[in-house]
């Protein structure tokens, strides 16, 4: 259900593919499916869904990568702002907050 919904998203409807913090939310189920994917067949003696518990876990881990490439890659530029900025501000000269207004007094 999620890769089509992706597919609708970013292929048919050709929204930009940008980090968003819900994708956290896909990674989970996906992981979860597999792990009780993995004990169902495990409690019910059925070999033959093992390779789809397996399946999920490859899948579940390049979600969670690609995951966390996204968030790496906005924080760093987050980070990269905030130190550009941070270097223009040192630049100018500081406002003293803390002197007298020359306004009637």
């Not at 896909?26 to 409690?43: D, N």
């Not at 390049?62 to 906005?74: D, E, S």
Request: glycine fraction near 8%; include cysteine.
């Amino acid at each position: 259900m999620l890769l089509v919904l992706g597919v609708w998203r970013y292929l048919i409807c050709s929204v930009p593919l940008a980090y968003d913090p819900l994708y956290w939310g896909g990674v989970f189920p996906l992981g979860m499916y597999s792990v009780s994917t993995y004990h169902v067949a495990k409690i019910m003696a059925a070999p033959f869904l093992l390779p789809l518990s397996q399946l999920f876990m490859v899948a579940a881990v390049l979600t969670w990568a690609a995951t966390f490439a996204g968030w790496r890659h906005k924080a760093r530029g987050r980070a990269l702002r905030v130190i550009v900025g941070a270097w223009r501000l040192g630049r100018r000269a500081p406002k003293n907050r803390f002197a007298r207004s020359s306004r009637g007094r």
